[in-house]
C-alpha cells in the first residue's frame, strides 16, 4: 500500500464513518443521555465489529460470511431489539439529562454501551461486502503483507474511532450548556424515537 494509497482510503473511511447513521444516532443518544464514557465506548464497541468485518474481507472470507446469513440475522434482530429498548428508556424517562458531574459515574453501563455498539455493527452484514470490495482499490489481496493488514487496522481504528469519538464529545458538550428541562426533554423524546425506529428497521432487514 502506497501512501497516496493509505491517505485516499482514510478520506474514504472518514466521509462514511461521519455520515449519519443508526450508529451515530446510538452514539450521541448514548453520549448525551449516560455520559462521555458511555458514547466512547458505544463508539469502541462499532470499532471492535469493522474489525471483525474488515478481517473476514482481508482474508477473502466474504463467502462464508454469506454462508451464515441466519447467525448474522439474529444478531441483526438482537442489535433491533437493544435499539428500541434503549429508545423506549428515553421516551418513557422523566428525568433531566444528566451532565458534568451527575454524569461522572457510568461505569456501571459501559460494557453493555459497547455490546451495543458492537452488535449493531455486526448487525449489517453488508459492511463485510463493502470492505471486501473496497480495499482491493488500495490494497494488494493476492500479495497481502504483515505491513498492508497493520496499515488497514490502524486506519479503521482512526478513521472509525476518531469521528464517532468526535460524534460523543460533540453531544456531550451541547447537552452539558443545555439548561433548560424542555429543551432537554425534547432532545429525548427526538433520540429516543430515532433509536426506535433505527431498530424497528434493523429488525425489518433481518
Not at 494509497?5 to 443508526?22: N, R
Not at 441483526?76 to 428508556?89: C, D, N, P
Not at 433531566?96 to 456501571?108: D, L, V
Request: hydrophobic share 55%; charged share 10%; with cysteine.
Amino acid at each position: 500500500m502506497t501512501l497516496l494509497d493509505a491517505l485516499s482510503l482514510t478520506g474514504i473511511m472518514i466521509v462514511l464513518a461521519a455520515v449519519p447513521s443508526a450508529s451515530v444516532a446510538l452514539v450521541v443518544a448514548r453520549s448525551a443521555t449516560a455520559g462521555l464514557g458511555n458514547g466512547i465506548a458505544v463508539s469502541l464497541g462499532i470499532v471492535a465489529g469493522d474489525l471483525v468485518f474488515v478481517t473476514l474481507a482481508l482474508l477473502g472470507m466474504s463467502a462464508l460470511a454469506e454462508a451464515m446469513g441466519a447467525f448474522f440475522s439474529i444478531i441483526k434482530i438482537a442489535g433491533g431489539v437493544y435499539l428500541i429498548w434503549t429508545g423506549i428508556g428515553l421516551l418513557r424517562s422523566k428525568g433531566s439529562i444528566k451532565t458534568g458531574k451527575e454524569a461522572a459515574h457510568p461505569n456501571r453501563r459501559i460494557m453493555t454501551s459497547f455490546t451495543a455498539g458492537f452488535f449493531l455493527t455486526l448487525g449489517d452484514i453488508k459492511a463485510i461486502l463493502f470492505y471486501a470490495s473496497l480495499f482491493p482499490v488500495f490494497v494488494d489481496m493476492g500479495a497481502l503483507s504483515t505491513g498492508a493488514i497493520l496499515s488497514v487496522f490502524l486506519i479503521t481504528i482512526g478513521t472509525v474511532a476518531g469521528v464517532k469519538i468526535t460524534y460523543a464529545c460533540m453531544a456531550r458538550t451541547i447537552t452539558a450548556r443545555i439548561r433548560s428541562r424542555k429543551l432537554q426533554r425534547g432532545g429525548q423524546v427526538a433520540a429516543g424515537s430515532a433509536l426506535i425506529a433505527a431498530g424497528g428497521y434493523l429488525i425489518a432487514k433481518s
